[in-house]
């Protein structure tokens, strides 16, 4: 599984990791049933305190979107697609809502954010289906 962290961002790493996780699974990219990295590996491979991905993996289990496998580490629970598709699109519609802000009070009018939206929408659209994934 591949993270994207930014570790000098305003979000803190372990609420990068549980994102992510949550949008993996929302996108079909993780699976119930399937293992994540333990904690001391994916904190290698992210060159992360583990601890902090241990307060991700807590975070992700207390949202009910992992479960740990006695004695084999994490994986994804197999009832965990709903929970994480309503958080990506809870997480999409907070940061629509903070784009359509900034652009309204920055002067700009309904009909050229409709435009703007439209126009980026189908680049986006056409990149996915010539690519097979996200831009």
Not at 9 to 21: A, K, L, M, S, T
Not at 79 to 91: E, P, W
Request: hydrophobic share 45%.
């Amino acid at each position: 599984m591949f993270f994207s962290i930014e570790p000098g961002g305003d979000v803190p790493i372990y609420e990068q990791i549980v994102r992510q996780v949550k949008l993996a699974v929302a996108d079909g990219v993780l699976v119930g049933g399937q293992m994540v990295p333990s904690v001391r590996q994916l904190a290698g491979e992210l060159a992360i305190n583990p601890n902090t991905i241990a307060r991700a993996y807590q975070q992700l289990q207390a949202d009910l979107v992992l479960e740990p496998l006695r004695g084999r580490g994490m994986i994804v629970r197999r009832d965990s697609l709903a929970r994480c598709t309503k958080a990506r699109n809870s997480l999409v519609g907070d940061a629509v809502r903070r784009a359509l802000a900034d652009a309204l009070g920055g002067g700009m009018t309904p009909e050229a954010l409709r435009e703007l939206f439209e126009a980026e929408l189908h680049r986006q659209a056409e990149s996915v289906n010539a690519n097979g994934s996200n831009p």
